[in-house]
């Protein structure tokens, strides 16, 4: 590339050719995976492209896509980019009307791109979006309805403007500058009304060479993308970096429900064989619990045998940086002979050619990067958020801490401040707070939140961490800066550490959030893996349908959290004084359905506090805060 600020446009200008003849798209169609080439790619882009020219794109003008991940969600994005205009990406988890609503009339997009599958969901919304000229459908229909047509009617006038100007087309996505908004990605729906976050060109562009500086795959490597493509992350630590590595990505097919498409991740991995995946920690903890249930099908010899070996491999490895050493040398001919015995059967479930995992969208526990690494498949915690497009930082093989979030990319400033943006000292917490050309450009139509957010250029993540001049280029991300419990005594303390650590440990624990705004005691409000109780519960010689088996199951989620007192097996890792003086067990998951998990599979702490109101005030009531009160005993039927 000849600009040392590229846009995506140079960039797949680029790399298209040099890795040409290379696949670079996989995608299943009536149980065959397909391959596409990055010539193929880029020659698709173009017709695309040009149809929407051909059609009256303007240049800026906005494209929502709401499409599930496929082929023609990447080709359909830089279609949009070389015509000029703007991808706005939405999320096929959004069922409300209101939501897609708001984004697209908020957006002033012209034009949707939408799969047949998400189609129900436009048609609904679309007499509320006069602005919007046409609905480009991705799927060829018998019959299209008022202002909607075919994707292979917009390549046929792509291919059309392209033989009798092409020149047109290519003056119109060299005029494509550096600074132009490539992406207005909104937020995921913690609030009311979400912010459209702008990036531009360069934006993804420089987050690619960041991104480079910190993890690295070989040319044919794939990646099975199982994350939604409306992310940035998907866009930049998926397609646009693998592209510049010469690696291919492949997507999971879509079912007709979300749990039909849950259940396609595993055939896929093992049908893809990926080098490398995108996760989130829920999709991990899933991996964990599935491996762990194959192995106790297999026997209890098997079971202990398995446990040896993960407890040793564990131990071998330390926190990575330090693994192996002279004292641990022993451990080493063990780790060879057990992972050709179990962990090697272990690793073809996952197609058995996978390097590393990255896991983004939240802390993930430092038990689960153990795991992953013990049983030869690393998953490295990553750090980042839209607002910076948005690799900020990532462990990868060879560079990796374990509970860190990893190195920082480079180049990037990054300085950790206090409320009053004073840069705090070596190992001490303060908010996150970066300058880089990964940046975004600001919040669309919200200046006031731009101005709030971006101050003399630098961003202020809203995220809390800490750097330690005895591993310097990394960083430590600890929670939410400005989503602090407040104890009485007027003490801060970021609650997602306990939370994340007490769900990856215990069994009997599916979802929890600490709570505590100045209030006497920090409460648990908690959601149980009923399934593993009642077990438990019947091992115990007990009924978990009577009043008396339910008491012994509280007993037992209480001795969970207990075990991270003073004396308890996990004592240590939390200060007494920010555990839970009293347990709310409710009954009702939390889902992407009833809004409380945003698309990234992230709890939105906000909407359980106001959901479970009641059960929090309940909480700090003497008869409350008894464990066996009766609203934790209906919560377990």
């Not at 609650?495 to 215990?506: H, I, V």
Request: aromatic share 10%.
């Amino acid at each position: 590339m000849n600009s040392k600020r590229p846009t995506i446009i140079d960039f797949v200008e680029h790399y298209t050719r040099v890795f040409s003849n290379h696949v670079f798209l996989r995608e299943k169609i009536n149980d065959e995976w397909t391959e596409t080439t990055f010539e193929q790619t880029r020659i698709m882009a173009h017709r695309i492209g040009a149809g929407l020219m051909a059609m009256g794109l303007e240049k800026g003008d906005r494209v929502a896509l709401l499409s599930q991940g496929r082929n023609l969600w990447v080709t359909g994005e830089l279609g949009i980019l070389y015509a000029g205009g703007v991808n706005v990406p939405l999320s096929i988890k959004l069922t409300e009307a209101g939501d897609l609503l708001f984004r697209i009339q908020h957006s002033d997009a012209k034009y949707i791109m939408a799969s047949e599958q998400q189609l129900v969901k436009i048609r609904k919304i679309l007499p509320e979006c006069p602005n919007v000229k046409k609905v480009i459908v991705l799927d060829a229909l018998d019959q299209y309805e008022e202002r909607e047509m075919g994707i292979d009617e917009v390549i046929a006038l792509g291919d059309a403007l392209l033989a009798k100007d092409q020149e047109l087309f290519v003056q119109r996505y060299q005029s494509v500058q550096p600074d132009d908004y490539a992406n207005i990605s909104y937020t995921s729906g913690t609030t009311a009304d979400p912010k459209g976050i702008l990036l531009t060109h360069r934006n993804y562009t420089a987050n690619v060479e960041q991104a480079r500086s910190i993890i690295a795959c070989d040319v044919d490597d794939v990646m099975l993308i199982i994350l939604p493509l409306d992310h940035c992350f998907a866009h930049v630590a998926g397609f646009y970096t693998m592209m510049s590595y010469g690696g291919s990505i492949a997507t999971v097919p879509v079912g007709k429900t979300a749990l039909a498409t849950l259940k396609n991740i595993p055939i896929s991995i093992k049908e893809v064989k990926p080098h490398i995946m995108l996760s989130v920690p829920a999709l991990a903890r899933n991996f964990k619990k599935n491996i762990e249930t194959a192995i106790k099908a297999k026997g209890k010899t098997v079971e202990k045998l398995y446990t040896f070996a993960l407890n040793n491999a564990i131990a071998y490895n330390r926190e990575y940086w330090n693994r192996g050493g002279w004292q641990n040398a022993w451990r080493y001919p063990l780790i060879k002979l057990f992972d050709k015995l179990i962990f090697s059967a272990v690793r073809q479930n996952f197609g058995g050619r996978m390097k590393f995992f990255v896991g983004g969208g939240a802390l993930l526990d430092i038990a689960l990067q153990r795991y992953f690494c013990a049983v030869g498949m690393p998953m490295f915690q990553g750090y980042g958020l839209s607002e910076a497009t948005p690799i900020i930082c990532a462990n990868s093989i060879g560079h990796a801490i374990f509970g860190s979030s990893g190195r920082i990319v480079s180049p990037l400033e990054l300085k950790i401040c206090d409320a009053e943006g004073n840069i705090m000292p070596d190992g001490q917490r303060g908010e996150i707070v970066i300058k880089g050309e990964n940046v975004m450009a600001g919040y669309w139509k919200n200046p006031e939140s731009t101005a709030a957010t971006i101050i003399d250029g630098w961003l202020h993540t809203g995220d809390m961490g800490y750097v330690t001049s005895k591993h310097p280029g990394y960083l430590w991300v600890v929670g939410r800066f400005k989503s602090l419990l407040i104890s009485a005594d007027g003490e801060k303390y970021s609650p997602e550490g306990f939370e994340d650590s007490l769900t990856d440990s215990s069994p009997y624990v599916e979802q929890c959030i600490l709570h505590n705004n100045q209030d006497p005691y920090t409460m648990l409000l908690l959601v149980p893996n009923k399934d593993n109780l009642r077990e438990w519960a019947k091992q115990e010689g007990l009924d978990p349908s009577t009043v008396e088996g339910k008491k012994a199951m509280l007993g037992k989620i209480q001795s969970e959290v207990d075990s991270y007192k003073t004396n308890g097996v996990r004592g240590g890792i939390f200060p007494d004084q920010w555990l839970p003086s009293a347990i709310a067990v409710v009954g009702e998951a939390w889902t992407e359905q009833n809004h409380l998990v945003n698309s990234t599979m992230k709890i939105v702490r906000g909407k359980v506090e106001d959901y479970f109101q009641d059960r929090i005030d309940y909480a700090y009531t003497a008869e409350g805060k008894d464990l066996f009160n009766d609203k934790n005993i209906d919560a377990l039927c």
